[in-house]
């Protein structure tokens, strides 16, 4: 069974970085996506970031390109965003998703995420000004 677990979030001053984690398990193969969605309060879920696993390939949320950068550690199976010069409007419920199907050798970040059938929890960030 996949399982995805976030840990990171936290609150910080406008300026500053946070790194989200996510661990991913129950994985057979590599070629499927991680990707990071965020959610603010009485707005749409918006796409951060993903990473194709396979190749490490990424893609990003225009919002946060040259700010944001996500990576993987294959070995732990852990996926990281991190997050520098976060801004008050970076402020929101992050979580990971996997797309465990993707229709070619690359990930979707752009909607809602509907792509994605693996969600975990979520972790908060919270970034003051």
């Known amino acids: 069974q996949v399982q995805l677990v976030e840990s990171g979030g936290g609150s910080v001053q406008a300026g500053g970085s946070l790194r989200l984690s996510c661990a991913a398990s129950?994985?057979?193969?590599?070629?499927?996506?991680l990707g990071w969605y965020r959610q603010a309060p009485g707005k749409e879920r918006e796409g951060v970031a993903s990473?194709?696993?396979?190749?490490?390939?990424?893609y990003y949320g225009d919002s946060v390109k040259g700010r944001f950068t996500i990576s993987q550690d294959n070995a732990k199976n852990i996926v990281y965003l991190q997050m520098n010069s976060l801004k008050p409007e970076d402020t929101a419920m992050y979580y990971c998703?996997?797309?465990?199907?993707?229709?070619?050798?690359?990930?979707?970040?752009?909607?809602?995420?509907?792509?994605?059938?693996?969600w975990g929890q979520g972790t908060q960030v919270t970034v003051s000004s």
């Open positions: 129950g994985y057979t193969y590599s070629r499927y996506c």
């Open positions: 998703a996997a797309d465990s199907r993707p229709t070619g050798a690359w990930c979707y970040i752009t909607g809602q995420g509907w792509e994605y059938d693996v």
């Open positions: 990473i194709y696993r396979d190749s490490g390939s990424t």
